[in-house]
């Protein structure tokens, strides 16, 4: 599996509201599909098919401890999100640098 | 291995040809005129965004307004703290704070951070706005922090 993360599949994945339950669910630990059906208003059908799109997104990775399957979040999920989103902010500081440097050039004498 | 799922601060900063006090009243004053709203806000490119009442407030062409967040501490010129919130409520409010510190002769470090990952709370996920954007993208980390 790759480690390298591509944000915008990470950020599309979490824009539905029940992944976004399960990556809330998950900060506390690994769990089976089993528990995260249980806390969730969807099937275990439902909760595996979320699951898979949050692995391929790269939030979420999958471990069997024995007979148990885990899930649990992928850190490289976050950092390439954190990474995107200091991008963003990267480039309103540009856009405010640009804007200082434009006034003041054009208030010199 | 253990896992941190907890999102550490996103921080980053430039360097501005003038000095803490002028750059600090050209982010607050000029912010309508600087700030990149074609690909950073609610509306777009034809809204307009202002600094009214402590707040920052996003007004799109139809008039319906969107409140980014609210000031938190504002010490003219080196800090200006602010909740951050585009395109949700604010109780997923997150929290950016700029600071202004003289740097070189007559320049200034603008250093942002934003943090508050953890404030939000669980069982708010069902909102609109997901699909906005950077605005949406900024509530979908929150949510996944």
Redesign the interface.
């Known amino acids: 599996m790759s480690n390298i993360v591509d944000p915008h599949s990470?950020?599309d994945a979490?824009?539905d509201?029940t992944r976004?339950?399960i990556?809330?669910r998950?900060?506390h630990g690994p769990l089976p599909v089993g528990a995260l059906a249980a806390a969730l208003p969807v099937g275990r059908p439902a909760v595996s098919k979320h699951l898979r799109v949050l692995a391929d997104a790269g939030?979420v990775r999958h471990t069997a401890v024995g007979t148990r399957h885990l899930y649990?979040?992928?850190?490289a999920?976050?950092d390439a999100?954190?990474a995107?989103?200091?991008a963003?902010?990267?480039?309103?500081?540009?856009?405010?640098?640009?804007?200082?440097?434009h006034?003041?050039h054009r208030s010199q004498p | 291995m253990s896992?941190?799922?907890?999102?550490?601060p996103?921080?980053?900063?430039?360097?501005?040809?003038?000095p803490p006090a002028?750059?600090y009243r050209?982010?607050v004053d000029?912010l309508g005129?600087?700030?990149?709203l074609g690909?950073?806000s609610v509306f777009g490119a034809e809204g307009a965004v202002a600094v009214t009442d402590g707040r920052l407030v996003e007004t799109g062409p139809d008039g319906a307004t969107a409140v980014w967040g609210t000031i938190t501490e504002a010490v003219e010129p080196e800090v200006l703290e602010f909740t951050w919130h585009p395109g949700a409520e604010p109780d997923t409010a997150t929290l950016v704070r700029v600071t202004f510190a003289a740097a070189g002769p007559g320049g200034t470090r603008?250093r942002?951070v934003?943090t508050g990952w953890q404030a939000r709370p669980?069982g708010a996920?069902?909102r609109a706005g997901?699909?906005r954007g950077?605005p949406?993208?900024?509530d979908?980390?929150a949510?996944?922090?």
């Open positions: 990470a950020l979490l824009g509201p976004r339950q990556v809330e998950l900060r939030l649990s979040l992928a850190p999920g976050p999100v954190r995107w989103l200091a963003q902010w990267g480039g309103v500081l540009e856009a405010f640098a640009d804007h200082v440097e006034t003041e | 896992v941190d799922p907890s999102l550490a996103v921080e980053c900063e430039v360097l501005v040809p003038c002028r750059a050209l982010f000029d005129t600087w700030w990149p690909t950073h603008v942002l934003h669980d996920a069902a997901y699909d950077w949406g993208v900024l979908a980390l949510a996944a922090a």
